[in-house]
Every structure is written in C-alpha cells, then in structure tokens.
C-alpha cells in the first residue's frame, strides 16, 4: 500500500503543521479571538490526525454466535499470543490470548470495536490496547477502563456472564448494561476499524441501533463461519439479509472460514475435512445466491470462502521464536493469514482509503480556512488608514446586519426548493408496484409457498429484481435522485454564493464566492450545526412528507442518524399477514395455499411503497445535511464579520493601543504559512470530488 501509506504521511504532516499554526495564533494580546475556540480546534485537528493513523477502512465482521469472529478479530490485528501451560497433573495444553473474549458458547453480548490510533493519543493504547465502554443508561458518555485490559475484564464488560462482571468488573458498573465496548489499538497490522456485531434482535434496542450503524458506515463486509461445521438456515437468513444490502450499496464482502486447525482429520479420500466443509459451503452459497450467466459475480466471488486460522498463525509465531523456526514459518504460511490481510488491503488500495483521506483532508480544511480567512481579514483591517476605519464599520454593519437576516431565511428556502427535488424522485417510483406484479405474479402463483427454500427464492428474486429496476428501468429512480440531488447542492452553492456575496466588500468579490464549492457542502454539518434527534426526524419529516414515526423507524432500520449513503435498508420482505398454518387448519391444504399466493400478491404493493418511502427518507436525511452545512457556511461568515466588527471598534476607541504597523508585521507572515497549509489540504481534498 505505498501509494497510500505516501498520501497519510503527507496528510499527517500537514496536519501537525496546522497544530502549529494554530497554537502559534495572535490570539492572546491584542487580536479578538478567545483561547478556548483555538484550543477547541487544536482539539478536533488531533483527532482528524487520529482518524489518518487509524482506519482506512471499516470491516463489519458477521456471522452466527460462537463462529470465531472475535478470535479473528485478534489474529487479523496480530494480536493474539499462543503460549503452553502446564495443569495440576503435569500436563501441557496450548492457550490463546486474543482481544475480545471468545469461547466455543455464545459469549458477546454487546458490539465490540476495534479502532486503530496514532501513537500520540493521550491514553496507553498499545500491547492489548486501551479499554472504553458506553452504558446504556447513558450512551452519550464513554467510560475509560484501563490499558492493556486482563481476558477477565474483556469478559466482564462483553459478556452476560454473572461471575465475569462479579469478578472482572468495576464494582460501581456491575448493575449497568453495557451499550458498546471499544479497544483502542496503536501499531495494528490492519489499518482497519473493525466491528465484532453480536446476533440481531438483543433484548436492548441500543445494541441493535449500534449494530445497524455498523452497517451503515462499514466500508465492507467479512462473514466468519467456523470450519467445523457448515452453512445453516441461521447463517442464510444473515446471508440473505448481507445479500440485500449489497445489492443496494455494492458494498464488498469477503467470505473467511476460519478454525481450520480444527478440521484438519483427514478423510477417507486423504484430504482434509475443512476442505470437504469449504466445498460445500461455497455451493450452498452458489445455490442460493446464483449470479446471472452473462453478469459478474461481485457477491460472492470467484472464490467464495478463505480458509484461515489464526491459531495457526499464533503458535507459527511462538514457534518462530521459542521453537523450531522452519516449522513456524510453515505454520504462518499454512494459515493463510496474509492472504486474509491482503484482500483488505487490495480494497483499501481500490479507493476506500483515499476516499478516507479525502474526507479527513476536508474536513480540516474547512476549519483551517475559515481561521485563515478571519486573519486575513484582521489584516485587511490592520493595513486601513484609521480614518477609513468609520466607513468601514458603517460597511461592516450593514454587511452583518443583511447576513444575519438572509441566515434566518436560507434554511425555509432551500427545504422548500428540495421538497420539489423530493417529489421528482417519489414520481419516478410511480411504476415499481406495477413492475414486480409483472415479475413475480406468475412465479409466486405457482410456488409451494410452504417451502422455505421456495419463499426464499421468491424473495431474493425480488430483491434483484428491485435493485435493477432502481438502475436500469425507464425512469431508474437512482439516477432521478442522483440528478435532482447535485441540481440541489449545485442550486444551494449558488444561493450560498449570492448571500455571501452581499456579505463582502466589492474588492473581495472573487475571493469570497469561489472559496464555496460543492465538495465544501458535501461534507456533513459540524455538530454545533447538526439538530437535536428529534428536532432533526422532524426537519426530515416535513422535507419527505412523511410522519415523524416512520422517519424514526428507517432512521433506525439503516442506521443513518450517523451518517451514511443512501441506500435501501434491509428487512423488507413479503411476509403475508397471515401464516400458513393458520390458513390450513381454517380452510384446507389448497385453499390455504391459494389464499396465502394471494396475500404475497397484495403485498407487493406494499413493498413498492416501502422501498419508495425508505428511498426519500434517506434522500431527506441528506438534504438535510446539506441545508445545514449550507446555514454552517453562513454562520462562521458572520462569525468573520462580527470579530473583524470588534477589531475596528477597538481600533477606534484605542487608536494609541494599537500599533497598526506592528499588527502588520505580525499577521503577515502568519496569513501566508495559513494559506500554504489550506493550499495543501485543498490538494490533498481532490479525490473526494464525488460522493
């Protein structure tokens, strides 16, 4: 990953220069800017910095409880330690100590993160890493436990094992729930985030929530199943739920069958048995998920299943050191560990990870221009004759004043103008339901329904179905969407444009507009800007025209109250209202059968105007985000205004209390090494030009 790991330095470097930079401000004499927004922004500049040391990529690890995720989780990260111990009877037994807690029962109760950080983060993250949870009685804080954390803390705040949290936890947290575990990680192998996701449906609806925005902001996916056994109707319903969600997203997934140190008997034929396990593995998933004769693959791969096993890998390494070297190395190799790391990395190097940097680059960029652009401004001031100064701050209140007004406004104008785009995009859905009825009416008028195998069928038909209809028919609503939505941000730049250009004076007119561009309303609104949940469901609401109730439940479904792509979430499906079973007993075998054919019918209609209603409210929660980095944009403009207000004033009152010509001297310099810094990230801020 040269290329990559080149862009990070060169990004990490600029950052550390704008720590620098900002440390280094004017700000504590005689230039208007409080200490704490500086400290605050040293603050958020270190994390971005973090966020370019860590994950290039987030990997949602999937799978059935007790399929060995949490293990992999460890020996991707080179983080799981192999060692002998001795019992009371003498006898040697192997021992593995990885990150997260893992056993051959169901054990994680809640999600668990692996996040990678920079070295320079203020806690001990390396070794076995630094230790963080959230409760569910307060989500919104995290609670630090400790460095290097023993397997039985792991397992105190993972699990639901009543001796684990009497012996491992904390005493004041043993009567809380745990909401999410997350273990800090410096120097990983992987430059990956990696979430451990527990099975759906937990008694507490915040461990689902958690887990859906993992889908959400995964940049793919790996489903772990162990090599002692094969694929089950468990493991298809996650499948099919995976399969879903990347039809809709096209998300990649990596297939990985781990443990198979576990399977290695050999059969009768002289092979062994995860072999057997891996054939049949990749066929169940080549017959229920079959690719179209003339269309690639891109689900399930030319090669389907990885075989791993990191306990191989582990004990190569302690043998490597303590044991017999050549036997080490055959162990690692065997363990085909690498090629796990290298598909990761293959994906990282296709785009995921300059997109990551990208996005950091923006964001920092944002903030730096606009402390630049306030500088710059001070020095304009600084360099005006003081008897120019009354005209100026004449001109400054106007400008102020016309800015605060147009701020007020801006917001019921561009939710009003998206509401149109909206509408287009509803209008294109107008011939779903008509389109899967001439799809599946015939194929489900003839399928046993009572066969889970041919409901199955039907429904991952729909699916597909459904997701080429979105791109390929007439009025393909995803390309509907993609136009009205880049009209709209273009239409916003342009209003933002025309208000900020009142806003300035003649001189400056180039300088002011151009500094707005769309990738600047791309990126999502600071949290100072973004709306409380239920102010922002309501927003959201009133943009789609739907109610409050079914923004909440796809918010939720999908995951997008943090942020995400617009895609359609799983879970939609043509479940008929009544079972069956019931049907038979009622009104016998065929009658039944023939009533249920008719429910799944009728409900098709209803999974048009899901897939529709999901469609726009994800589509609203976008353009949300960009009406209120548009009101951010305006906002640290009248911010701007308002200090360079307060300099003239002073300037004014005091005009023996400040030395022009020192002030002068003193901000020049600083402007220009601002404007290199805000040069090179705007640079380092092109590959995200698209999202």
Not at 391 to 418: C, M, P
């Amino acid at each position: 990953m040269t290329g990559i790991d080149s862009q990070r330095e060169t990004l990490k470097y600029v950052l550390d220069k704008s720590v620098d930079w900002l440390l280094a401000s004017p700000a504590a004499d005689n230039i208007v800017f409080d200490t704490a927004s500086i400290e605050n922004e040293v603050k958020t500049i270190r994390q971005l910095r973090t966020r370019v040391s860590s994950s290039l990529i987030n990997v949602a690890f999937l799978g059935s409880f007790s399929s060995g995720k949490s293990f992999l989780v460890g020996g991707l990260q080179g983080r799981l330690e192999y060692t002998v111990i001795r019992d009371d009877d003498g006898m040697e037994s192997p021992q593995y100590l990885g990150l997260l807690h893992s056993a051959s029962k169901a054990t994680t109760a809640c999600p668990a993160t692996v996040v990678p950080v920079d070295e320079s983060i203020d806690v001990d993250a390396s070794n076995r890493g630094f230790l963080r949870v959230r409760f569910t009685d307060d989500p919104r804080e995290w609670i630090d436990i400790g460095s290097s954390p023993l397997p039985a803390v792991i397992a105190a705040y993972t699990t639901t094992d009543e001796r684990a949290i009497a012996e491992g936890r904390h005493a004041a947290h043993r009567d809380r729930t745990v909401a999410e575990v997350e273990l800090l990680l410096s120097d990983p192998k992987m430059p990956a985030k990696l979430f451990d996701l527990p099975g759906t449906e937990s008694p507490h609806a915040i461990h689902d929530q958690i887990a859906n925005n993992a889908w959400s902001e995964a940049d793919c996916f790996l489903f772990v199943t162990q090599a002692t056994r094969t694929l089950s109707r468990q493991d298809l319903d996650l499948i099919t739920r995976l399969y879903t969600h990347h039809l809709s997203s096209g998300k990649k997934v990596l297939w990985v069958m781990t443990g198979i140190d576990r399977a290695a008997t050999m059969t009768w034929e002289g092979k062994a048995e995860w072999k057997d396990a891996l054939e049949q593995n990749n066929a169940y998933l080549r017959s229920n998920f079959p690719a179209k004769p003339d269309r690639r693959d891109t689900f399930i791969g030319p090669e389907g299943f990885l075989p791993v096993s990191p306990a191989m890998e582990a004990k190569g390494i302690w043998e490597r050191q303590y044991g017999d070297r050549a036997r080490g190395e055959k162990l690692i190799a065997a363990s085909r560990m690498d090629r796990l790391r290298s598909a990761l990395g293959d994906i990282i190097e296709a785009g995921t990870g300059t997109r990551h940097l990208a996005t950091v680059a923006i964001e920092a960029n944002s903030m730096i221009a606009h402390r630049y652009r306030m500088y710059a401004e001070l020095l304009e001031s600084a360099r005006l004759p003081l008897a120019q100064l009354e005209n100026e701050r004449v001109d400054l209140r106007r400008r102020h004043g016309q800015l605060k007004d147009a701020i007020e406004s801006v917001r019921d104008q561009l939710e009003s103008a998206f509401r149109d785009h909206i509408r287009r995009v509803e209008r294109s859905f107008s011939g779903l339901a008509k389109a899967l009825h001439s799809e599946l009416d015939t194929e489900i008028k003839a399928a046993d329904l009572t066969k889970e195998k041919e409901s199955q069928r039907i429904e991952l038909h729909r699916a597909k179905f459904v997701q080429e209809w979105m791109t390929k028919s007439a009025k393909r609503p995803e390309m509907v969407w993609n136009h009205e939505f880049e009209t709209f941000v273009e239409g916003t730049a342009i209003t933002v444009r025309a208000v900020l250009t009142d806003s300035a004076p003649a001189e400056a007119f180039g300088a002011m507009t151009s500094r707005v561009d769309l990738t600047q309303l791309k990126i999502p609104p600071s949290q100072k800007y973004r709306a409380d949940t239920q102010d922002f469901l309501q927003r959201v609401s009133g943009v789609v025209g739907l109610s409050t109730p079914v923004i909440a439940g796809v918010a939720a479904a999908a995951g997008i109250l943090s942020g995400g792509l617009v895609v359609i979430p799983a879970g939609l499906t043509l479940a008929a209202g009544l079972t069956y079973e019931t049907l038979r007993r009622r009104k016998g075998r065929a009658t039944a059968l023939e009533h249920l054919r008719g429910e799944w019918i009728e409900s098709l209609d209803e999974v048009a105007h899901s897939y529709c209603r999901s469609f726009l409210v994800l589509a609203g929660v976008r353009g949300e985000e960009v009406v209120s980095r548009a009101v951010e944009l305006l906002s640290e403009r009248r911010d701007e205004l308002s200090r360079k207000m307060i300099l003239v004033d002073t300037r004014l009152s005091e005009p023996d209390n400040l030395d022009k010509n020192k002030m002068v001297e003193m901000l020049e310099p600083y402007c220009a090494s601002g404007r290199d810094i805000v040069d090179h990230l705007d640079r380092l801020s092109r590959p995200a030009g698209q999202l």
